[in-house]
C-alpha cells in the first residue's frame, strides 16, 4: 500500500528565502507525481506534473524534482514571497488508472 | 471561464436527508473523479469515472452514488446522510493521456 509522507506538517520562512519542501512515498513503482497548492477554503491549484521517466520539472520560481529510487521528490521555490503562503501537496500515482495517493501537506507560511 | 465547477460551495443538512452535489467541467476531459476531505484536511479519492465509466471505487459507503450523464459531468448523490459525512468533497478533471488534475473550488457538506 503506497504511503505519502510530508514532513514537517508546518514551515515558516522570511521572505526572499529559498527553501525546499520534501516528499516522501514508500512504493518506487510510480507513474507520476503531482504537486498542488492549496489555499484556506480553496480548492487545490496543480503546480507541476512530473512523469515517472522525468527527473524535473520546472515553471517559474518553482522546481519539483523525482528521485523514484530513493522514493523522494523535493519542491523548491526560489526567492519566496508572502503570495506562497498555502498549504503544498504531493501526491503520487500508481498506474494509468489508478488513484492519486496524497500526503498530508505542508503548510507554508512566509512572513513579510 | 475554462475551469471545474461545482454547486453548491456550501451545503448544511440534516442527519438522514438525501442530497446531491453537481460537478462540470469545460475543459474538454475525459476522466473526472470525486474526493472527500476531511476535518483533519487528508484528502482520499472516492470515485473516478473515464468517459462515463466508473474506474475506481474505493471503499465507500453504497449511500455515495456518482452519476455521470456525460465526459463533461460528474453528480454525487449521498443518501441518508450521516454526522460522518461532513467533510469538504472536490470534483476534479483531467485528460487520460495528460494525467495532470485540476480541481474544483469544493463544497463543504456540513451534516447537523
Known amino acids: 500500500k503506497q504511503e505519502v509522507t510530508q514532513i514537517p506538517a508546518a514551515l515558516s520562512v522570511p521572505e526572499g528565502e529559498n527553501l525546499v519542501l520534501n516528499c516522501s512515498f514508500t512504493d518506487s513503482a510510480i507513474y507520476n507525481l503531482q504537486w498542488f497548492r492549496q489555499d484556506p477554503g480553496k480548492g487545490l491549484t496543480s503546480l507541476l506534473l512530473?512523469?515517472?521517466?522525468?527527473r524535473e520539472q520546472t515553471s517559474g520560481r518553482l522546481n519539483a524534482s523525482l528521485d523514484k529510487s530513493s522514493g523522494r521528490s523535493t519542491l523548491y521555490i526560489a526567492a519566496s514571497q508572502p503570495g506562497d503562503s498555502a498549504t503544498y501537496l504531493c501526491?503520487?500515482?500508481?498506474?494509468?488508472?489508478?488513484?492519486?495517493?496524497f500526503g498530508k501537506g505542508i503548510t507554508l507560511s512566509v512572513r513579510p | 471561464d475554462t475551469a471545474v465547477s461545482q454547486t453548491p460551495k456550501y451545503l448544511v443538512t440534516q442527519m438522514g436527508n438525501d442530497k446531491s452535489i453537481k460537478c462540470e467541467q469545460n475543459?474538454?476531459?475525459?476522466?473526472m473523479y470525486w474526493y472527500k476531505q476531511d476535518s483533519k484536511k487528508f484528502l482520499k479519492i472516492m470515485f473516478s469515472?473515464?468517459?462515463?465509466?466508473?474506474?475506481i471505487n474505493e471503499t465507500v459507503p453504497n449511500r455515495f452514488s456518482p452519476k455521470s450523464p456525460d465526459k463533461a459531468h460528474l453528480n454525487l448523490h449521498i443518501n441518508s446522510l450521516e454526522l460522518g459525512d461532513s467533510a469538504v468533497y472536490f470534483c476534479?478533471?483531467?485528460?487520460?493521456?495528460?494525467?495532470?488534475?485540476?480541481f474544483g473550488p469544493g463544497t463543504r457538506l456540513t451534516v447537523l
Open positions: 501526491a503520487v500515482k500508481r498506474g494509468a488508472n489508478s488513484k492519486l495517493t
Open positions: 476534479a478533471s483531467s485528460h487520460a493521456s495528460l494525467d495532470e488534475q485540476f
Open positions: 475543459l474538454g476531459h475525459d476522466t
Open positions: 512530473i512523469q515517472s521517466s522525468q
Open positions: 469515472y473515464n468517459n462515463k465509466e466508473l474506474i
